[in-house]
């Protein structure tokens, strides 16, 4: 009886373990609003089958460089530009455990350290030369390497990483995310940028700053 419990919990771990986005019990779900007579299915309500188009499979534009200086922007100061391809955009992708993006750098362009909680990036450097890297949870090992044109890096699900354009022309990379809507967090915004935002007292001790440096830093998010 107690092997029989334990390959329960076992197989139920598993399950767990590998249930990042639901796999499809059919061929496609696309996603669409809310209606009386739509079918809900991972987070999306599934339009008719007999409605579908081979434009609810199609995203056109992504051979169009992102703008890096582009003004009222997150990433203005940073010099990149990310054009995310993920169910919102595409209603295709809906169950089918994937997304894609596009990333632009300027010269010393940054893709600044943040997480996606739901996704495994997979990053092809398609022009230019890229420092990229990501951390382990504790003990925080960093794992760093330079990429260049045709390099391939994978960046696993939830970690911290980052992408840094180290060479004097632009770069372009192209990355696969294990996930329709990985979600993206930046760590500095969330840090010093939260809405409502943190005590600065809380943010002080726990990097061991002047609260001064404290409020100048929130204040640049």
Same mark, same amino acid.
């Given at each position: ?59 056109? &534009? ?46 010393? &362009? ?8 739901? &996704? ?102």
């Amino acid at each position: 009886m107690l092997k029989v419990v334990i390959v329960a919990i076992l197989a139920l771990a598993t399950t767990l373990v590998s249930a990042y986005d639901p796999s499809p019990l059919q061929d496609f779900c696309v996603a669409i609003n809310n209606t009386d007579s739509a079918v809900f299915v991972n987070g999306k309500f599934c339009k008719d089958p007999a409605m579908v188009t081979a434009n609810d499979f199609f995203f056109p &534009g992504l051979n169009i460089p992102g703008n890096t200086l582009q003004v009222n922007s997150d990433q203005v100061k940073l010099g990149s530009s990310v054009n995310l391809v993920n169910v919102d955009n595409l209603p295709g992708l809906n169950t089918l455990g994937i997304s894609l993006a596009r990333l632009d750098f300027a010269p010393y &362009g940054l893709n600044p350290p943040h997480i996606h909680p739901r &996704g495994t990036e997979l990053l092809v450097v398609m022009e230019g030369t890229l420092l990229v890297g990501f951390v382990t949870s504790n003990p925080n090992k960093l794992f760093t390497k330079v990429l260049n044109k045709g390099d391939v890096f994978v960046f696993p699900i939830g970690l911290i990483h980052f992408q840094f354009n180290i060479g004097q022309t632009n770069a372009v990379a192209f990355a696969g995310l294990s996930s329709q809507n990985p979600g993206l967090i930046t760590i500095a915004n969330a840090v010093f940028g939260s809405n409502p935002p943190i005590n600065p007292d809380v943010l002080a001790k726990a990097f061991q700053l002047d609260k001064n440096v404290v409020d100048y830093l929130q204040k640049q998010f």
